[in-house]
């Protein structure tokens, strides 16, 4: 895992450490301590109050009784101003805006806590998508060449290895594969990590929750980000209100697929012809 600062983060390195190095990097010292405060406020205050939301990769905490200590709080946009505050920040749509290409977007934002005692995740990915140990539902030959993928998390408390941060296997996502338990995982990581902080890392790179063994919650803001193209697993804009979807700014815009039109209603659609670079008709 690789470690940068607001001054030293730059495209080329970046890309190298999360597609060929360990798929992992963290930025330090990205948001303020108001702003993280704020967002771990109204997180923790959902998380309170609200009924028990769906949960994945969770097998181990639901057998052992201890799946409440593992929450989420979903579809964060329409949470609080912050969440679109945080989520716009220049370097993330410097760096993703390369990666996944200019009008990539937000497959899921939402938060992950994690209570003491909390047993942790079953080591995963995310991308191709999270589904992917149903190999035969995926096209022949499909592999990591290319990122369709980043995720990115924003501690909201103290992410350590007593805490519970997010463990990985560093250079997992070299060869595309969904681990299981014969898999070695000898050479497990964890995104170590403090409030302020920003991690990305490669989805196809083995990851998960690890047990919370400290005494303090362990929050995070958990980001997809994808190219223009993909499906995202979470819908992300039906529940958002008309006010918001027309007021929110160009960035949030972009990040709910708002400058993509597909798929579209062509036989409703005004456009006569809309795609196309139109050499032959000069
Ligand atoms: O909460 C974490 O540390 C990771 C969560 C995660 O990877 C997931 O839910 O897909
Ligand atoms: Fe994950």
């Keep these: 895992m690789k470690v940068f600062n607001t001054e030293t983060i730059n495209y080329n390195d970046f890309k190298y450490e999360i597609t060929q190095g360990s798929g992992v990097i963290v930025i330090k010292d990205v948001y303020s301590e108001e702003q993280i405060s704020s967002a771990r406020e109204v997180i923790n205050n959902f998380a309170e109050n609200q009924e028990t939301k769906e949960t994945h990769f969770n097998a181990e905490a639901e057998a052992s009784g201890k799946i409440h200590l593992q929450q989420r709080v979903w579809n964060l946009f329409g949470k609080d101003k912050i969440f679109s505050e945080l989520i716009t920040h220049d370097l993330i749509f410097e760096l993703m805006s390369k990666l996944?290409?200019?009008?990539?977007?937000?497959?899921?934002?939402?938060?992950?806590?994690?209570?003491?005692?909390?047993?942790?995740?079953?080591?995963?990915?995310?991308?191709?998508?999270?589904?992917?140990?149903?190999?035969?539902?995926?096209?022949?030959?499909?592999?990591?060449?290319?990122?369709?993928?980043?995720?990115?998390?924003?501690?909201?408390?103290?992410?350590?290895?007593?805490?519970?941060?997010?463990?990985?296997?560093?250079?997992?996502?070299?060869?595309?594969?969904y681990p299981n338990k014969n898999d070695d995982f000898s050479k497990m990581e964890q995104m170590i990590a403090n409030p302020g902080d920003l991690v990305f890392f490669n989805g196809n790179c083995w990851h998960g929750a690890m047990p919370n063994n400290s005494d303090h919650q362990r929050a995070v803001l958990l980001i997809e980000f994808l190219p223009k193209y993909i499906k995202p697993v979470e819908d992300l804009v039906s529940y958002l209100d008309h006010n918001f979807k027309e007021n929110c700014s160009h960035r949030v815009k972009q990040l709910l697929g708002f400058n993509y039109p597909y798929p579209k209603i062509m036989d409703t659609s005004k456009s006569k012809n809309e795609i196309g670079i139109g050499y032959k008709a000069k």
């Design 100 to 177: 996944l290409g200019t009008k990539f977007i937000t497959g899921s934002y939402c938060a992950s806590r994690l209570l003491p005692g909390a047993p942790g995740q079953e080591l995963h990915i995310d991308y191709p998508y999270w589904d992917f140990y149903e190999h035969e539902t995926f096209p022949d030959g499909l592999n990591g060449s290319f990122l369709q993928n980043c995720q990115a998390t924003i501690p909201l408390d103290v992410c350590s290895n007593k805490s519970g941060a997010t463990a990985f296997i560093p250079g997992s996502q070299k060869k595309l594969k």
